[in-house]
């Protein structure tokens, strides 16, 4: 077993290494910031690796070391230093489970398409095959149109959507399930994560305009700490918001999406309104009989950099320790984060107004005197 000596003793000879391979790159490449980088990742790997294996070569005993700690029987401790002492436990940012969160990017995307009117869209054309208004008989989009109509009852309705937006991303006004809370957290740390990665290559551009991009690079151009935290607090918020039905419920709206598109892109639909194309019919629909005025373009944009930053952060990519390859791998969703950003601020929704985060104040027990 792991002895609080034999732990103490491994951290004080990492630190050790630490210090002589410190002066040794001070002394021979001063200024190299790479180096710094790369020393300082291996010897966090090499720091963790040593750690787990010494606690996997000597596994705790059965009473977790109270008989020890405390005095107790033959394996009583002589000195405070021979106590079995565990490292920790595991970090609560790695305890997430990266399905549900893509589940929520899922749901995100299918929110934007919904809220942009695609089923109402498609209710519509369903009022219009009803009443015969529609010039559709037997062709493929008809059919479809039937078959959409039939399967309403097997599907979630649409207040069911409605709370459950409300429930996991915090948007519509509708009530939550009963017992649920709003999650009115999202859309603030949703804005502040995007401003981040925007931020961090902003200030990476610059950073390459003044010195030229093959210096090599400075932190203080741009904060992966700051990216960094902003990411967690989302993926914290978001893991807590995961549970309950997303997963089938995205599922379904996928499902659903891709068959109200079916029906926008039918042929005999589109020769109803001259259109080339599903989001063509889509924008004339909106139009024509909902006297809506269309953003497909901008809904549509949001709806994809939405899903890919979340699904980004439903991978362990946010806890690289390394700047380089943190960078590397932040890099994939850095446009994406400015596309939300612009699509947002045309829509006139980049913004944090909502409350700060789910934030349970803390209250002291009282203690009878």
Not at 19 to 25: D, I, N, Q, V
Not at 91 to 114: M, N
Not at 230 to 242: E, F, I, M, T
Not at 337 to 357: C, D, F, K, N, V
């Amino acid at each position: 077993m792991a002895s609080r000596e034999d732990y103490y003793s491994l951290l004080g000879q990492i630190a050790e290494v630490r210090s002589r391979l410190a002066g040794l790159a001070a002394a021979q490449r001063p200024g190299d910031a790479e180096l710094r980088e790369l020393l300082a990742t291996r010897l966090a790997e090499l720091e963790e690796t040593l750690t787990h294996h010494l606690e996997a070569t000597r596994p705790p005993p059965p009473d977790g070391g109270d008989a020890e700690r405390l005095g107790l029987g033959p394996t009583a401790a002589p000195t405070p230093d021979a106590v079995f002492t565990p490292a920790g436990v595991p970090p609560y940012d790695e305890a997430v489970v990266s399905e549900r969160l893509l589940a929520i990017g899922d749901l995100y995307y299918c929110y934007q398409h919904e809220r942009l009117g695609v089923f109402r869209a498609v209710l519509k054309l369903r009022e219009l095959f009803r009443a015969g208004t529609l010039r559709l008989s037997s062709g493929p989009g008809a059919f479809a149109l039937y078959r959409f109509d039939r399967k309403e009852a097997l599907r979630y309705t649409r207040a069911q959507r409605m709370q459950a937006y409300r429930r996991v991303l915090g948007y519509t006004d509708a009530p939550p399930p009963p017992g649920a809370r709003p999650n009115d957290a999202f859309h603030h740390l949703f804005t502040t994560f995007c401003l981040e990665v925007a931020q961090l290559f902003r200030d990476k551009r610059v950073a390459e305009t003044i010195r030229g991009s093959a210096s090599s690079p400075d932190p203080s151009f741009a904060s992966v700490a700051a990216v960094r935290r902003a990411g967690l607090d989302l993926r914290a918020n978001l893991k807590q918001a995961s549970y309950g039905d997303v997963n089938v419920l995205t599922i379904e709206l996928l499902q659903l999406l891709r068959q109200a598109f079916a029906i926008l892109e039918a042929e005999d639909v589109r020769r109803q309104f001259g259109s080339d194309n599903a989001w063509d019919t889509l924008e004339e629909v909106l139009h024509r009989y909902l006297q809506e005025r269309p953003v497909a373009s901008q809904r549509s944009r949001m709806g994809m950099a939405g899903r890919e930053i979340i699904h980004w952060l439903a991978r362990p990519f946010i806890l690289a320790e390394g700047r380089s390859e943190f960078e590397t791998l932040v890099t994939a969703i850095g446009e994406w984060a400015e596309e939300w950003l612009t699509s947002a601020q045309s829509l006139g929704i980049a913004h944090r107004s909502t409350p700060a985060g789910n934030v349970v104040p803390f209250r002291p027990r009282r203690v009878a005197s």
